[in-house]
């Protein structure tokens, strides 16, 4: 596993496969000045896991085919190193549906609250890893 350079932040890993969050959340890390990996499938989060000690894991929840209740464990079984916060999000109707998932998080929002308050809970999961 490759450690993080001492003079750059530890990156944010995102799973997530909309374009609209793609962006919002890139723009928003970039405007913290913090490095992101998108993956949109399992093969792709696992590839960047391994090779980066993520300071915050953001999963879309709803994300089909991509086994994110596995993913999830994963994450938070890593014996090699504390787990990082996790922030998932859903929608209002899905909440249910997702709500298994929901224990494997940190913290778990709606895509509303995500568009309006990310970089405040981006900052907020971050200082707790």
Known sequence: MAEPSASLPRPILALVNDLFFTLKI?????SLGVPIH???NREEFLEHWQNAAPALVIADLTLAGADVAGLLEQVAS???RSPPPILGYTTHADWKRTGPLHDRCTKVVTKDTLSRSLAALMQQLMQQG
């Not at 890139?26 to 970039?30: I, M, P, Q, V, Y």
């Open 26 to 30: 890139g723009d928003t890390a970039k």
């Open 38 to 40: 998108f993956a949109g």
């Open 78 to 80: 890593t014996a090699d």
